[in-house]
């Protein structure tokens, strides 16, 4: 039989398997529903000034997350306010 080399995060849910349990139809509709929603189609290129940015990637870095994150989800509360 031949060996399968998995990747980290393949490895880790083969180690964590015991701890994903069963939903009903109903919930994992839900779940991928909202999976859709969270996906990004559109790319958005802009030009901002520099000490914005940094003060920006300050944030996002206080807040533990990745610039482009906090930036995304700046746009998304003012788009749905």
Same mark, same amino acid.
């Given at each position: 039989?031949? $060996?399968? &080399?998995?990747?980290?995060?393949?490895q880790w849910i083969e180690d964590h398997a015991e701890e994903f349990v069963p939903v009903k139809r109903e919930l994992y509709n839900e779940i991928v529903a909202a999976i859709e929603r $969270?996906? &990004?189609e559109m790319v958005l290129n802009m030009r901002i000034n520099?000490?914005?940015?940094?003060?920006i990637k300050?944030?996002?870095?206080?807040?533990?997350i990745k610039y482009q994150t906090f930036i995304s989800e700046i746009l998304h509360?003012?788009?749905?306010a």
């Open positions: 039989m031949r $060996k399968i &080399k998995l990747t980290k995060q393949e $969270k996906k &990004k520099r000490d914005d940015l940094e003060a300050q944030k996002a870095r206080n807040s533990g509360r003012v788009a749905k």
